[in-house]
């Protein structure tokens, strides 16, 4: 029976639940929103981690820019704090960027119903 998930899937899935509670407890500064995790992937030498986040109802270029740089600082203390919780050898360095794959998918559906709305106005007409 083949594997279901590779090791760097299952360390990646383990990272993302590790950090989704590490965060809000433990990065204590004002500046930060409420951020959640939405995928880690790690590299397949285990060295690197892209830690991708989104800001609840935020949107603003110059916030998610302050909460990335609020997190790529604290990288080196949640790393710290995951090898303490994770039995790993090495834990991988963790590099924050922001998903924008909700606010595209929002934007999408708007222009759906947008066009949908248009359609059955010119049915009517």
């Not at 959640?36 to 690197?48: C, P």
């Not at 990288?75 to 924050?96: D, E, I, N, T």
């Not at 066009?115 to 106005?121: G, H, L, Q, W």
């Amino acid at each position: 029976m083949a594997k279901e998930y590779s090791r760097t899937q299952r360390i990646g899935d383990q990272m993302q639940r590790e950090l989704a509670q590490m965060i809000p407890r433990e990065v204590r500064d004002p500046r930060l929103g409420f951020v959640t995790i939405t995928a880690v992937d790690v590299s397949r030498d285990l060295g690197h981690a892209k830690v991708f986040i989104t800001l609840m109802g935020e949107n603003d270029t110059e916030k998610v820019g302050l909460n990335l740089e609020i997190l790529n600082e604290a990288a080196g203390y949640l790393r710290m704090l995951l090898g303490k919780s994770m039995k790993l050898r090495s834990v991988p360095q963790l590099h924050f960027h922001f998903d924008q794959s909700i606010s595209r998918g929002a934007h999408l559906s708007a222009l759906i119903e947008r066009a949908v709305a248009e359609d059955s106005k010119h049915r009517d007409d």
